[in-house]
């Protein structure tokens, strides 16, 4: 029989999500063979323990010409700890999605969240 154990040892850590757009500025779109290029070279290493990928659709007011975009995104979400080390790792991954597709901009949110994993337990 099974049951479901809290592990102890609960967290107090960093949630950030990255906002990927897709659109090319100049015409185009990132791709998904793109995409699954730029996340297994450079997201898979810079977050080896683990990170989560979403297909979202995004909208935000273009400044330059006064026009609210809508465009595929793919959402990013990384729960760790907070370190300068992290934040570096979050920096270069944005920047070398920026000089990769030409974007304009990645958006980053961070927040602390409280993290504890739920398992599977055996009972005898």
């Known amino acids: 029989m099974m049951a479901v154990a809290l592990l102890a ?7 950030t999500d990255l906002y990927f757009g897709r659109n ?14 730029f996340s297994d070279s450079i997201l898979t290493p810079a977050f080896s323990g683990g990170y ?7 909208k935000w007011l273009d400044p330059g010409i006064g026009k609210t975009i809508t465009e595929d995104t793919k959402v990013v979400t990384v729960i760790g700890k907070r370190s300068a080390k992290r934040n570096k790792q979050l ?20 927040g602390k969240v409280r993290q504890w ?7 005898n």
């Open 91 to 110: 920096n270069r991954v944005t920047e070398a999605y920026i000089n990769r597709f030409n974007q304009q901009a990645v958006l980053r949110v961070d």
């Open 52 to 58: 989560t990928e979403t297909d979202a659709q995004g």
């Open 24 to 37: 090319i500025p100049g015409g185009g779109q990132v791709t998904e063979q793109q995409w699954k290029a």
């Open 117 to 123: 994993f739920i398992m599977k337990k055996a009972i």
């Open 9 to 15: 040892g609960c967290a107090t850590t960093q949630r």
